[in-house]
């Protein structure tokens, strides 16, 4: 199903990828294509409900123009709140799902909350179980895969009443129970390290395109794992405190083709003009790629 980059004749290796968001900035394609290609990127990140604005075959422009694979989507739907919602969200989503697949996006993720105060781990699963699957199962109709995302850090579930699902074992458990064939992974080293998964962890998968999109990053050094925040983090290889080492070299193992994007959550970034912010990420991320 997934389409690959392909480089020294039929070889098929992971990318990087530059999602915009995920650096501070909210910019159009328009803006961040360029820029993304000056800076060596190769894929990116769209905003679908930003982006699906303009006609379809202008975006197919500016992605060949800049030479640029669609790395992804975020899921544009609401699953965690009341069924109004979700099923408004719903009604939007094939049309969302239809634009991405013809610009060529074939991978959607999102993630998952660790815990709650209202719903036991069984009620919060059937729950996540029957609404991810009806977003599933349209996806699929277009060729797209959906990645979930677990959250790892111990201080997402402190205080609440119940926790929920928040390590690799867990989420491939929900992927399995939903059962669609373009179920996968969002694999994150912040949280994978926070989850205290380890390069072992990496033949859980089935096989590759059970990993459907990667996050890179580094954690603020001396802060114990029990105490580290999902909203602190830092910029790639800037502080060692994540082994991405044994990261990178899991997803190669494994055979990874996806897009890697850096999702560090440093306020400076924001704080930067855009292709500041771009320069910057690009070097943190060629300081730790395998």
């Not at 912040?190 to 990667?214: G, R, Y």
Request: hydrophobic residues 40%.
């Amino acid at each position: 199903m997934k389409t690959t980059l392909q480089k020294g004749g039929n070889e098929k290796i992971m990318y990087k990828a530059l999602a915009s968001g995920c650096i501070g900035h909210n910019v159009t394609l328009e803006i961040s294509a360029p820029i993304a290609k000056k800076y060596g990127f190769e894929g990116i990140f769209l905003d679908i409900q930003q982006e699906c604005q303009r006609p379809i075959e202008e975006t197919k422009r500016i992605l060949a123009e800049n030479n640029l694979k669609p790395a992804g989507i975020g899921l544009p739907v609401e699953f965690r709140a009341g069924e109004e919602v979700f099923h408004r969200d719903m009604e939007k989503l094939e049309e969302y799902a239809k634009y991405a697949a013809a610009c060529g996006v074939d991978r959607c993720s999102t993630w998952i909350l660790p815990a709650s105060d209202t719903l036991s781990y069984e009620d919060n699963f059937e729950l996540h179980r029957s609404r991810l699957k009806e977003a599933a199962i349209l996806l699929e109709r277009y060729g797209i895969s959906l990645g979930l995302e677990y959250v790892g850090p111990p201080t997402m579930r402190i205080g609440k009443k119940y926790e929920f699902i928040h390590n690799l074992d867990q989420m491939l458990e929900l992927c399995k129970a939903i059962g669609t064939g373009n179920m996968g992974i969002l694999v994150d080293l912040f949280h994978w390290d926070m989850a205290q998964q380890t390069l072992a962890d990496f033949k859980k998968f089935p096989n590759e395109s059970w990993i459907v999109c990667v996050h890179v990053m580094d954690a603020p050094a001396g802060i114990p794992r029990e105490e580290q925040l999902d909203s602190v983090r830092a910029l790639p290889g800037s502080t060692g405190v994540l082994k991405s080492d044994a990261f990178f070299q899991g997803l190669k193992e494994i055979g990874y083709t996806g897009p890697v994007m850096v999702e560090p959550f440093v306020p400076e970034l924001g704080e930067m003009p855009f292709e500041e912010a771009v320069k910057v990420v690009k070097e943190s991320l060629d300081k730790i790629w395998a």
